[in-house]
């Protein structure tokens, strides 16, 4: 089972900032945070993984809490293609140990 | 950008029919992967694959499905008596080694058994 909590679903007015909430409580000292997202039934996409550090990319920031409990990820001007269900994954940062989904938080972006 | 590959994009077959699905992984990457995701439900992991054998694989992935990697570059997974219930979409992802350990799905393969 997904090892992580999230809202089950979240709208965003077009061009503002999106900001995800992820619940890990019982995560280990050697997992990572990653987030995924589906767009309809397409592959699931990587956007961003951290360990305690806050990260950045070009799709997105991650915004990890000091006792890593809990994370948000920020996108920062969602459009309409931002649309999906957004995935909050913990994993170990090793080897091919595989993702686990759970439901995920379906982000619906408003124009 | 490179990018995981599946063919068909889209396989009807019927029941007891034995179906392969193919993927092509990025170049380098070295380790891949079976997930499914029946319709409406959670994406599933079936199996891992690493250094021509399997890695790990789960309650789902039973005798009926098989895996090889036939050629070097494509990645297949077999179902060989499709039972209605394996009715899914099926995607492919690769790894690579010395990166930061994320996956890269391909757009995946929707299987229907009728």
């Known amino acids: 089972d997904a090892k992580t909590t999230q809202p089950t679903s979240m709208d965003c007015a077009e061009g503002r900032a999106a900001n995800l909430p992820c619940n890990h409580s019982t995560i280990s000292g050697n997992e990572y945070v990653y987030w995924y997202r589906q767009i309809h039934s397409q592959g699931p996409q990587y956007i961003i993984h951290?360990?305690?550090n806050n990260e950045t990319n070009e799709m997105a920031s991650l915004i990890i809490t000091e006792d890593r409990k809990s994370s948000t990820l920020i996108l920062p001007h969602a459009t309409l293609r931002d649309t999906a269900v957004y995935y909050c994954?913990?994993?170990?940062?090793?080897?091919?140990?595989?993702?686990?989904f759970g439901k995920g938080t379906r982000l619906s972006v408003i124009a | 950008e490179p990018e995981v590959t599946q063919t068909p994009s889209h396989q009807v077959t019927q029941m007891g029919q034995e179906v392969i699905l193919r993927c092509v992984p990025i170049?380098?990457?070295?380790?891949f992967y079976w997930y499914r995701q029946i319709l409406g439900q959670k994406v599933e992991f079936l199996v891992s694959?690493?250094?021509?054998?399997?890695?790990?694989k789960s309650e789902i992935f039973d005798d009926q499905f098989s895996v090889e990697r036939p050629d070097g570059s494509n990645f297949t997974l077999k179902i060989r008596s499709t039972k209605l219930e394996d009715s899914a979409m099926y995607f492919c992802?690769?790894?690579?080694?010395?990166?930061?350990?994320?996956?890269?799905f391909g757009p995946g393969t929707r299987l229907t058994v009728t």
């Open positions: 170049s380098n990457h070295l380790y």
């Open positions: 694959f690493y250094n021509n054998e399997i890695s790990e």
């Open positions: 994954i913990v994993r170990p940062y090793s080897g091919n140990t595989p993702l686990v």
């Open positions: 951290g360990l305690k």
């Open positions: 992802a690769s790894q690579g080694l010395l990166t930061s350990y994320e996956q890269y």
